[in-house]
């Protein structure tokens, strides 16, 4: 069963860049048809899906996200990266990873999710 585990600083400046690892185990994220995404949910409002690196090391991206976004992954330590540059307290939310065995952009379709963690943008 592949297990998720996101890390990184639970506070950011704005105009600086987000940046957040999620570490998998349980399986390789370079191999057995995973999509692996960063999904995030601002307070009060309802899950957003940000983009997936897959299991080909490709990418896609959410259009709204796509110019301050970039996933990338280090398939030696089995973890792959979110990096948000520019943010405004508008990306203050907790932020999942999540993976699945296709290509989804809908967060209810993801089977396997990290625990999340809460980042604040904020001076």
């Known amino acids: 069963q592949v297990q998720l585990q996101e890390s990184g600083p639970g506070l950011v400046k704005p105009s600086q860049t987000l940046s957040l690892t999620c570490t998998v185990s349980?399986?390789?994220?370079?191999?057995?048809?995973?999509?692996w995404s960063w999904i995030r949910q601002p307070p009060g409002k309802g899950l957003e899906w940000i983009g997936y690196?897959?299991?080909?090391?490709?990418?896609h991206y959410s259009p709204s996200l796509k110019s301050r976004t970039s996933i990338s992954r280090d398939t030696s330590k089995n973890q792959f990266t979110l990096q948000l540059s520019s943010v405004t307290p508008e990306d203050t939310a907790v932020y999942y990873c999540?993976?699945?065995?296709?290509?989804?952009?809908?967060?209810?379709?993801?089977?396997?999710w990290g625990q999340g963690t809460q980042v604040t943008v904020s001076s």
């Open positions: 690196i897959a299991y080909t090391g490709s990418t």
């Open positions: 349980g399986g390789s994220i370079a191999s057995n048809y995973y999509y």
């Open positions: 999540a993976a699945a065995k296709k290509p989804v952009l809908d967060p209810t379709e993801y089977p396997y």
